[in-house]
């Protein structure tokens, strides 16, 4: 079965902490997204990927830092300088930029207290 | 002026009717749109998109855009409760790699 994974479901972290989500895919897409997503805020884009060892800040990367070792795998580190990290994350990937349709894992719900 | 807009809802419609869910965007040079449903506390998932001027069917959605006056809607026909999610709009400018999110409008299709 093609699809995204992202792990964990749930996750709970004190303040100060920092944290990595994981998102795995195996449909061979070159671009890999993450987003966050706010009650009432949509989806808000952190980084983009659009090829291995590369990757862009999105609106909102501010306290956010990302790698692209593999093209398989695109984490996301939430680090304590990010003054909000409690949220919805999701990844997604697409075949291309150029091809924007853009298909997404099943979410990390992120804590921080 | 916010570049994706939808009316967040709810929108109620009876089981079996057709919900119609509208969204505009400020971008003239938008060139791809998508609908996502996303029911509560899952991710969203593609269900359409369109690129091109008029409508686009599949199944029980059809997808209208209308370049001229910005906007983009979703009907679904013979609605079903577990049509029942919130539908986000999203638009890709053209030349601009990234996609827009409106933040939805929660349909409520009541049996």
């Known amino acids: 079965d093609g699809g995204i994974t992202q792990s964990p479901k749930y996750l709970f972290r004190k303040e100060g902490q920092n944290v990595t989500l994981s998102c795995e895919q195996n449909l061979n897409h070159d671009a890999m997204y993450w987003y966050r997503q706010d009650p009432g805020q949509g989806l808000r884009l952190i980084y983009y990927s659009q090829i291995v060892n590369d990757f862009q800040k999105g609106d909102i990367a501010e306290g956010y830092s990302v790698s692209r070792e593999k093209k398989e795998s695109f984490p996301l580190t939430v680090t304590s300088a990010q003054k909000n990290p409690t949220a919805f994350y999701l990844c997604?990937?697409?075949?291309?930029?150029?091809?924007?349709?853009?298909?997404f894992g099943p979410g990390t719900r992120l804590t921080v207290t | 002026q916010k570049e994706v807009e939808q009316n967040s809802g709810p929108l109620s419609v009876p089981e079996g009717a057709i919900a119609s869910l509208n969204c505009t965007y400020s971008?003239?040079?938008?060139?791809?749109f998508f609908w996502y449903r996303q029911y509560s506390g899952k991710s969203p998932e593609l269900i359409m998109f369109i690129y091109s001027n008029g409508d686009k069917e599949d199944g029980r959605f059809t997808a209208q855009l209308n370049k001229a006056s910005q906007y983009v809607s979703l009907l679904i026909r013979d609605s079903q409760p577990s049509d029942s999610a919130t539908y986000l709009c999203a638009v890709k400018s053209g030349g601009y790699q990234k996609v827009t999110f409106g933040t939805g409008t929660k349909l409520q299709v009541i049996p």
């Open positions: 997604a990937s697409s075949i291309g930029l150029a091809v924007p349709e853009q298909y």
């Open positions: 971008d003239r040079g938008s060139q791809s």
